[in-house]
């Protein structure tokens, strides 16, 4: 059995794998190890920069789905203001903050958030096994630490849709602190650590 982690983020995300007791952020086709949380719907469904550079109608290019997951409402989202500034459509409908795909369409479709983070999931699921040359099964995926009980179910039900057995959520400040103890040894210690996210920033204070 192999796990990965992965950071789900807000602009960007990233998938690692434990090589020789330590962790390693797996590569892309571009040369870099980080990937744009971006799903683009036409006649194929594209993740990351191929969503970015296609030609599908910008209404149908999502991004943004951690800010929208887990909320029942788009009024009581913090960002609401924002969107104003998104490039796609957004509704609520049975008590869900989603997306509406080719709108006033006769092949309108409305997609929850989750339903977008588990495509960006599925990618990198896909690189890991590629990279690893073998089926991945588990995954320790990063949320917010302020994330609510029902965001963090919400990610959990886009890892499940995604063909993942979640085994741990692990708050990305946190997750922090962990990577840099383990890199630097610094035992006993008291840190702080900051986390300036994409599109969320949290903090974490604690003995390590």
Known sequence: MVYIGIDLGTTYSCVSVIEN?????????????????????GAEILVGNPALNSNIDLSNVLYDSKRLIGWEFLHNLPVAENRQLWTFNVDTRNNC??????????????????????????????????????KVTGVVVTVP?????????????????????????LHEPNAAAIAYNANHQLGNSTLLVFDFGGGKADNYHGQL
């Open 145 to 169: 630490a302020l994330f609510q009980d029902n965001q963090k179910a919400a990610t959990k039900k886009a890892i499940e849709l995604a063909g993942l057995e979640l085994k741990g959520l």
């Open 97 to 134: 903050a989603g997306y509406v795909l080719n709108k006033g369409q006769t092949n309108e479709r409305f997609l929850k958030p989750e339903e977008v983070s588990a495509e960006i999931l599925k990618y990198l699921k896909v690189r890991a096994e590629t990279y690893l040359n073998q």
């Open 21 to 41: 007791g330590k962790p390693k952020a797996i590569h892309h086709d571009d040369g870099k190890n980080i990937v744009p949380s971006v799903v683009a719907y």
